[in-house]
């Protein structure tokens, strides 16, 4: 998937994180982390990101990410938000699937 334009998730409240993206001319996935817990979690937050990007097909990007304490699942929640927004796609799956048991 090509990010096409800039993509923007999330707040600067506490618990929370704020996803910027953008097309990246360079090879990679760039990002750029500003963090109060940088030196205790920056690795997984980087790694978060990362996967989720690469989940979603997104293999060139320059994310700017100012966390405020996110969890996983939230930072996970903004990226794709923002990849969405940046794509002009509705690439969430945000129906719930229900197996047969």
Do not use: Y
Request: glycine fraction near 6%; proline fraction near 1%.
């Amino acid at each position: 998937m090509k990010i096409k334009d800039v993509g923007i998730a999330g707040t600067l409240e506490s618990s929370d994180i704020s996803i910027r993206i953008e097309n990246s001319e360079s090879e990679g996935i760039e990002i750029e982390l500003k963090s109060s817990v940088e030196n205790q979690f920056g690795n997984q937050i980087r790694k978060v990101i990362t996967q989720t990007l690469l989940d979603m097909g997104v293999q060139h990007a320059a994310v700017h990410a100012v966390d405020k304490g996110a969890l996983d699942c939230t930072i996970r929640a903004r990226v794709m938000t923002a990849v969405s927004r940046a794509t002009k796609r509705n690439c969430i799956p945000w129906e719930v699937d229900r197996c047969a048991e």
